[in-house]
């Protein structure tokens, strides 16, 4: 299949909106989640100027080229193409990571002191598994929130409270826990993981192309 270069999203995703909450979908995690959550094949990842990433959602690995990873988390949607199966690609030294910390550092980066969309803080939410913050951007707090949420189930606005962190700081870790699978949430279900694609308008402008219509179309699905 050949790489599909993504349209173009309006806006300055790098700048973090006043708002509590944002869009996924906007950066690179979305494509991530899209990929991982639905078991595709080997996805190759590319930028003109930061590199690659070869995930393989099977085996939750991956492996990288990318530099900057923090750069390259922030960039919109429209700066990546994607392949899958890609033939015999072998990236960097070859050494493959575990997906886990990637998602977590796309969340993270993403996040700029928010959380995902349809979270708040009086969510209520318990770790189920530590993140290994040695290998993903971390603050201070995060080994802290990490320590109280594994203990028993606490809202993200009472941790805030009884650490005494901030709001922002423990937006980016619920995002990065979550996206990451660290967290799970206990005030309501889980969300399904999305199997099926709905139906796409008729027509659909090269601006206003969801993520879901453009994985709709990398993945052949009509």
């Known amino acids: 299949m050949n790489p599909l270069h993504f349209q173009s999203h309006s806006g300055n995703v790098s700048s973090p909106s006043a708002e509590k909450t944002f869009d996924p979908g906007l950066y690179f995690i979305g494509l991530?989640?899209?990929?991982?959550?639905?078991?595709?094949?080997?996805?190759?990842?590319?930028?003109?100027?930061?590199?690659?990433?070869?995930?393989?959602?099977?085996?939750?690995?991956?492996?990288?080229?990318?530099?900057n990873l923090k750069e390259w988390c922030l960039r919109p949607t429209s700066e990546f193409r994607i392949k899958l199966n890609p033939e015999q690609v072998a990236l960097g030294d070859g050494k493959k990571q575990m997906l886990e910390d990637l998602l977590w550092s796309a969340a993270f980066y993403a996040a700029q002191g928010r959380m995902l969309d349809g979270c708040t803080k009086y969510d209520v939410v318990l770790l189920t598994h530590w993140p290994n913050l040695s290998?993903?951007?971390?603050?201070?707090?995060?080994?802290?929130?990490?320590?109280?949420?594994?203990?028993?189930?606490?809202?993200?606005?009472?941790s805030c409270k009884l650490l005494d962190v901030s709001e922002s700081e423990a937006y980016s870790f619920y995002s990065a826990a979550m996206c990451s699978g660290a967290l799970k949430l206990i005030n309501r279900p889980p969300a399904p993981v999305e199997t099926e694609v709905p139906p796409e308008p008729t027509h659909v402008s090269h601006q206003s192309l969801t993520l879901r219509s453009l994985w709709r179309r990398l993945t052949g699905k009509h």
């Open 32 to 67: 991530l989640r899209c990929a991982t959550n639905r078991q595709l094949p080997t996805t190759l990842f590319s930028h003109n100027t930061l590199g690659e990433i070869l995930v393989e959602p099977a085996e939750q690995r991956y492996a990288s080229t990318v530099q």
């Open 135 to 158: 290998r993903v951007p971390s603050t201070p707090d995060c080994m802290r929130l990490s320590a109280l949420l594994s203990r028993r189930p606490h809202a993200i606005d009472e």
